[in-house]
């Protein structure tokens, strides 16, 4: 089983609020990335980061921002939380080296009221 | 168009079917075509990989690629209540990975 963390698993809270959401890894992977999915709807990919001081814009990043000053860790953070960002986000790793071998994290279910 | 088109289902199957599930692709630059489970509340869970044309098996799980027809398929032998899961397609060009949206799937015991 993949040792990659995310917390909190559930969240609801108002709109304009500043959140941040928590992943964490124990493998040392290099790769990290965000993505938000919704029923019915393929991932989309929010943030990527290569390694430490490395992050790039998804498709979906223009209104949440990273960091990655640690290589286990990568929070996302919204400034302002809207009800359109209500969805499940996702959280995930992959070693140096590989191309397919991504783990994923158990979620966070977002609900902006 | 999408990248990767995937039926959404729902499927249900009779436990001990064999279920077949598919994806299209329209970009020929995909080196790496995945499979993963997802469970209802939980994060995907990659199931199976392959990187070049042809069948990959692992247990009762079989991986087909038919790069010509921009075709992936996923096999499940003798389905078990425990495969009842939503099934995601994925592939990449190394860098940045394509999902598709989830085939659910139920095995009726």
């Known amino acids: 089983e993949a040792d990659i963390y995310q917390t909190p698993r559930y969240l609801v809270i108002g709109t304009g609020k500043k959140i941040t959401l928590e992943c964490s890894q124990t493998?040392?992977?290099?790769?990290m990335y965000w993505y938000q999915q919704d029923p019915g709807m393929e991932l989309h990919l929010i943030h990527y980061s290569y390694g430490v001081n490395s992050t790039e814009k998804g498709d979906l990043s223009s209104e949440s921002t990273v960091s990655r000053i640690r290589t286990e860790h990568f929070p996302l953070t919204l400034e302002s939380a809207r009800p359109s960002h209500t969805s499940q986000y996702l959280c995930?790793?992959?070693?140096?080296?590989?191309?397919?071998?991504?783990?994923f994290g158990p979620g966070t279910r977002l609900t902006v009221l | 168009q999408k990248e990767v088109e995937q039926d959404p289902g729902p499927l249900s199957v009779p436990e001990g079917a064999i279920v077949s599930l598919n994806c299209t692709y329209s970009?020929?630059?995909?080196?790496?075509f995945m499979w993963y489970r997802q469970y209802s509340r939980k994060g995907p869970e990659l199931l199976m990989y392959?990187?070049?044309?042809g069948n990959k098996e692992d247990g009762r799980f079989t991986a087909q690629v038919d790069k010509s027809s921009k075709y992936i398929s996923l096999f499940i032998r003798d389905s078990q209540p425990s495969d009842s899961a939503t099934y995601l397609c994925?592939?990449?060009?190394?860098?940045?990975?394509?999902f598709g949206t989830g085939t659910s799937l139920t095995v009726i015991p």
């Open positions: 995930a790793s992959m070693p140096s080296g590989t191309h397919n071998e991504q783990f």
């Open positions: 994925a592939m990449n060009t190394g860098n940045q990975f394509y």
């Open positions: 970009n020929s630059a995909f080196q790496y």
């Open positions: 392959t990187y070049s044309s």
């Open positions: 493998m040392g992977h290099d790769k």
